[in-house]
Nanobody, 124 residues
């Protein structure tokens, strides 16, 4: 069955960095678009970053542009989110998401599997 397991979250100071990982299994990794989304306390879901299955296009939210970078390792079936220059406003539960097809929908209803999330807390 499909599994998405996030890791790498934790407590970071403002200006710090973390690398979030999402280990995927149970499907043909290279055939599906993948995304990261986050939910801050008391707020709605925000799409952070994603890529088409063929890597032809990458999305990065304006709120994190220049600070966050998405990448993948096809050999390891893993998606990464490098998060730099962290701000308190980046505090959130970060979810890895598998799209239902090769294109990014950036829509809740376009996602067919979600990970359980990894918590990022930015505080001094």
């Amino acid at each position: 069955q499909v599994q998405l397991v996030e890791s790498g979250g934790g407590l970071a100071q403002p200006g710090g960095s973390l690398r979030l990982s999402c280990a995927a299994s149970g499907f043909t990794f290279s055939s599906y678009a993948m995304s990261w989304a986050r939910q801050a306390p008391g707020k709605g879901l925000e799409w952070v970053s994603g890529f088409y299955s063929d890597g032809s296009d990458t999305y990065i939210a304006d709120s994190v542009k220049g600070r966050f970078t998405i990448s993948r390792d096809k050999a390891k079936n893993t998606v990464y989110l490098q998060v730099n220059s962290l701000k308190p406003g980046d505090t959130a539960l970060y979810y890895c998401a598998k799209e239902g097809g090769p294109s990014m929908s950036r829509d809740y209803y376009g996602i067919d599997y979600w990970g359980k999330g990894t918590l990022v807390t930015v505080s001094s």
